[in-house]
Structures are given as structure tokens and as C-alpha cells.
């Protein structure tokens, strides 16, 4: 019973790496990390950490009013980037 656990287990953190490293390498690369979009994705960011809106507004680059409100995660990467 026990071997039958860590077998699902096993088999379960297998497919999580496959997934990622097919994320990373094939799909991130053309779409969300495509460093021709480097700069467009530097803008909104900047805006989010230091909360000033982006010159237009929010919508004027694409994103909704309530994008200001989910700071955690930007503010999580400038940390762990400066460590």
C-alpha cells in the first residue's frame, strides 16, 4: 500500500517538471518572456511596485482599473530580485 503511494507521488512530480519545462522553454519564451515584450512588460510593473498609474491610465496599456490591486506579486519578485 505504501509503494503504491509513493509511486503516485512519484509520477505526480514527474509530470509537474515535464509541464514546467515545457512552459519555460516552449511556451514562455514566445509569449509571456519574449524579450521583444521585455520593455512593454517593464512599464506596468514599475507602475504596480511604485503604485503610480501608467501615463493614460490603466486601460490606456491594456489592463483593467483593479490590475492596481494585486501588488503581492510584483513586490514578491523586486524582493527575491534584490536578494
Known amino acids: 500500500m505504501t509503494q503504491n503511494v509513493w509511486i503516485k507521488r512519484a509520477l505526480l512530480v514527474l509530470s509537474m517538471g515535464i509541464v514546467s519545462i515545457v512552459a519555460v522553454n516552449f511556451v514562455g519564451d514566445t509569449t509571456i518572456s519574449s524579450l521583444k ?47
Request: aromatic fraction near 8%.
Open 37 to 83: 515584450a521585455a520593455n512593454i512588460r517593464e512599464e506596468p510593473h514599475e507602475s504596480v511596485v511604485h503604485n503610480r498609474p501608467p501615463a493614460g491610465g490603466w486601460a490606456s496599456r491594456g489592463a483593467n482599473d483593479a490590475m492596481n490591486i494585486r501588488i503581492t506579486i510584483p513586490y514578491l519578485v523586486e524582493f527575491l530580485y534584490q536578494k
